[in-house]
């Protein structure tokens, strides 16, 4: 991600203010947005019946998206829009995560899934405190 | 949008709770979505400079689409997920409304959008409320 | 979409030619994206094994969406990349409803999501005409 | 985007047979997906009209994303939408690129921009021919 970093540079009025927070938690709400969605495609591979672990998977996936979207924009934005995108990502990720924790000895890629989500979310909050300050 | 009603119900579990109040979301945000999508490429083509609407109109679509995506899955879901994203899209109605209310006596675009965006955020109140209860 | 029809007429300047062709095809896309993403919701929950099935709607959703934001922006646009996403959005489209209409007597969640389909697939050949001529 | 080469190699029944194209595609549209979105940030914060440019980034970023939905589902696919789509991308990313070489000496977000866009191109255009073969 070092071209978005360069982006953020050259921005010809950033107003987030959120400055490395937000480059972190861009990178992590796309690779979250990715394996999310590829994990939701290897649990319809499975055998087992995964029905709730696809649907935290698809609704992660979105959350992710949206974020990665609004925090690419480093234009002025209206800061409780993007608090409130950052909570609810942050609790799609969590909710994921904990899904995914549970069958992740079963299954590798709920493994790594997990691992991403807990890493979103993280990335997220930071993001929320760089923020407010 | 009397598809998407027969959707919702011959859905096999259908868990949000929210029935109505669901459909008129999900009807509302779609609207929203193209709406405002359509409202920041009529900016582009303005003669005044109307970056900050345009940023608003596509920060508060990308909000109304996540919407859309979530409710259209009936299925069990993380409540909490779904609450936040909703007060998120809300909110980004509301400011998104606030902008174009602003110009909406020269701009008739702006004035449509206005309107989408308060019943978009009418009704993801209500379908709030029904979560609720 | 009676808010979108006025959006087109109050463009300053619409490029795409399209008309209510572009009306159509956005409308089409819109119920589309939103029946698809219902309808893998409604396989998951199924007790057979709809794998097949739901990766053909979620590919379907996320062309229709495409098809949706670019036709929701009529102000000037490159033609070609337009005529592609159309015709993406076709073949996915015919896809999901060649597979939906091979179990619609079981379930009716993919009866009503075939005739989504080829509406939005007629919908894109129509505008993709309209666009040549 | 070494999870996401981890979520390929632990899938199931992986069948697009793209392999190393497809996780390149995928982290090339990735990126663009965000440059674009962020160029269109940009260029809404710069003195000059960049309209056009701006269009062009929004579309070129829609597009990107699909593909990188698309491709992060490794489970079998429609091929023909999976090649139209990366087609409908490819020139996308050709039309921004083209419009931000314009002014890529006043502007280094667009220059940046334009890398991203052709270095896209080129992995769509790899993708496809390792599934043509």
């Keep these: ?67 990665a979207k609004l925090v690419s924009r480093p234009g002025h934005q209206d800061r409780e829009t993007l608090e409130r995108t950052l909570e609810a990502c942050i609790r799609a990720c969590e909710a994921c995560a904990d899904e995914c924790e549970g069958h992740a000895d079963a299954m590798e890629h709920c493994a790594i899934c997990a691992r991403s989500c807990r890493d979103c979310a993280d990335a997220c909050e930071r993001m929320t405190g760089a923020l407010v300050n």
């Excluded at 950033?14 to 709400?29: E, F, H, Q, Y």
């Design 1 to 67: 991600m070092d071209r978005l970093a360069r982006m953020f540079d050259t921005h010809p009025e950033p107003a987030s203010g959120a400055g490395d927070d937000a480059l972190s938690a861009v990178t992590a709400a796309a690779e979250c947005m990715l394996v999310c969605t590829s994990c939701a495609d290897a649990c319809l591979a499975e055998e087992a019946k995964m029905a709730e672990c696809i649907r935290l998977c698809l609704d992660c996936a979105d959350l992710c998206a949206v974020v």
